[in-house]
């Protein structure tokens, strides 16, 4: 049997995939799909592509380095996670981490946009670490990933002023830790 490309991660995959094209529709459109389509910011709720943002945020980059970034982390840590919890569950991972994301930052946040995968990068780390967590022990893993990642974005937004949303970061962790428990609690 001859060696074959494998589709093997089809929601991470996708994913990926829809991000450069979000990307490379941002260049072409000059930047107008990246700020009308795929970066979320208080915009008022009449508007049909708020409710658009609120999700699409994490398809959009501000260029080149910052989706690489994204998706290098993406695409090592998403396919054992899709493989283990399977693509609809981990698809509403994404999904939910995103629209979280969108919310704290439409809410809280009304002068700033934000845009990029970071949360659900975060998401997918946290998640990962209770990946292989038993009933009624709580990986020493998830413990050191939360104090490390998760303790150093909070110092970065104490000490730092840039354009990283630790928020994000730290929102995308959260979700993925809470989604890991209950996804544990099921079959």
């Known amino acids: ?47 049909p592509l708020t409710y658009v943002r609120l999700a699409g945020h994490v398809l959009g980059h501000s260029g080149y380095a910052h989706y690489l970034s994204n998706m290098m982390l993406l695409l090592v840590v998403g396919p054992p996670l899709e493989e283990k919890y399977g693509s609809r569950r981990l698809l509403l991972c994404i999904l939910v981490t995103a629209l979280i994301s969108g919310l704290v930052q439409f809410l809280c946040f009304p002068k700033t946009a934000l845009l990029g ?4 990068v975060f998401m997918l780390i946290l998640l990962s670490s209770l990946s292989g967590m038993r ?13 490390l990642y998760l303790g150093g974005e909070v110092v970065d937004a104490i000490t730092l002023r840039d354009n990283v949303s630790q928020l994000t970061h730290v929102v995308g962790g959260l979700c993925g830790a809470c989604l890991g428990f209950a996804m544990s609690r099921r079959p």
């Open 117 to 120: 995968a970071s949360g659900i």
């Open 1 to 47: 049997m001859r060696p074959h490309i494998q589709y093997n991660s089809p929601v991470v995959l996708t994913f990926a995939l829809l991000s450069l094209g979000a990307l490379a529709l941002g260049w072409a459109t000059g930047g107008w799909t990246t700020l009308h389509l795929f970066c979320v910011y208080r915009s008022p709720l009449s508007d």
């Open 135 to 147: 009933a009624g022990a709580i990986p020493l893993t998830l413990i050191l990933v939360a104090v």
